[in-house]
């Protein structure tokens, strides 16, 4: 796996985020999961072409909800490193207001993970390998959506995770899956049964063989796009 090159700050504010990220660090924080949000809001100011002296509680507060998919609890504490990102600016000589920091954490509650039975898992298959077609079924489903499900299940990845594999992150000599940029911004190597494998083999053999290392795996009807999760 290549590594990647350095991130290049490039809003108004990128001296101010680069010195609240090395004060963190010299303070003993980790902030591995902060700094790639902090790299995040340098892109949202540039993108926003915020200039020095305009950034807003207000448009804070705009980055810290902007994705309705992200959990409750992703967004608190986004909006907590946002808070101490404006006590930096203020000690810093800017005149900027604070969002209003959450009263109590988010948390979920406990849940005992369901395990399904040898039977159930043979239903399942059964089932996802002998689905019917319709009129609404629309491009090869039918051949992906068996390799999705096992992939999903049996080596533990996340949807989206499987949707955007592309033909050279499946190393089917080695039974390996290499997962880039998933949660976090966080790169894997993934090993996959023998019989997954084989079930992707041909799957690619009659589907894909003909296509390009950088084309989706399990490509949508559009070109040049994965399936989409709401499809799925």
Same mark, same amino acid.
């Given at each position: 796996m290549k590594n990647k090159p350095p991130y290049e700050y490039i809003s108004n504010y990128a001296n101010m985020i680069k010195g609240?990220?090395?004060?963190?660090?010299?303070?003993?924080?980790?902030?591995?999961?902060?700094?790639?949000?902090?790299?995040q809001l340098d892109r949202y100011c540039a993108d926003l072409n915020i200039q020095a002296g305009e950034l807003t509680v207000d448009i804070l507060e705009g980055f810290c909800n902007r994705n =309705?998919?992200?959990?409750?609890?992703?967004?608190?504490?986004?909006? +907590?490193?946002?808070?101490? @990102? $404006? &006590?930096?600016?203020? *000690?810093?000589g800017y005149n900027i207001g604070? =969002?209003?920091?959450?009263?109590?954490?988010?948390?979920?509650?406990? +849940?005992?993970?369901?395990? @399904? $039975? &040898?039977?159930?898992? *043979?239903?399942?298959?059964?089932?996802?390998?002998?689905?019917?077609?319709?009129p609404q079924s629309r491009g090869y489903r039918k051949q992906m959506d068996p390799v999705i499900f096992r992939m999903v299940y049996g080596c533990g990845l996340r949807i989206m995770e499987a949707l955007r594999l592309r033909i050279a992150d499946v190393d089917l000599k080695s039974n390996i899956l290499y997962i880039f940029n998933s949660k976090n911004g966080r790169d894997r190597i993934v090993p996959m049964s023998e019989s997954l494998s084989e079930r992707c083999r041909l799957y690619w053999e009659k589907m894909r063989k003909f296509e390009e290392p950088n084309d989706y795996f399990l490509p949508g009807i559009s070109n040049g796009n994965h399936i989409s999760h709401e499809n799925f």
């Amino acid at each position: 796996m290549k590594n990647k090159p350095p991130y290049e700050y490039i809003s108004n504010y990128a001296n101010m985020i680069k010195g609240f990220i090395a004060e963190k660090h010299l303070s003993g924080y980790r902030f591995t999961v902060q700094e790639r949000w902090m790299k995040q809001l340098d892109r949202y100011c540039a993108d926003l072409n915020i200039q020095a002296g305009e950034l807003t509680v207000d448009i804070l507060e705009g980055f810290c909800n902007r994705n =309705p998919s992200e959990s409750q609890m992703t967004r608190q504490q986004r909006l +907590r490193m946002v808070c101490h @990102f $404006t &006590e930096y600016l203020r *000690k810093n000589g800017y005149n900027i207001g604070t =969002p209003e920091a959450p009263v109590k954490v988010f948390s979920y509650s406990k +849940r005992i993970p369901y395990i @399904f $039975t &040898e039977a159930e898992l *043979k239903s399942l298959y059964n089932q996802i390998d002998n689905w019917e077609t319709t009129p609404q079924s629309r491009g090869y489903r039918k051949q992906m959506d068996p390799v999705i499900f096992r992939m999903v299940y049996g080596c533990g990845l996340r949807i989206m995770e499987a949707l955007r594999l592309r033909i050279a992150d499946v190393d089917l000599k080695s039974n390996i899956l290499y997962i880039f940029n998933s949660k976090n911004g966080r790169d894997r190597i993934v090993p996959m049964s023998e019989s997954l494998s084989e079930r992707c083999r041909l799957y690619w053999e009659k589907m894909r063989k003909f296509e390009e290392p950088n084309d989706y795996f399990l490509p949508g009807i559009s070109n040049g796009n994965h399936i989409s999760h709401e499809n799925f």
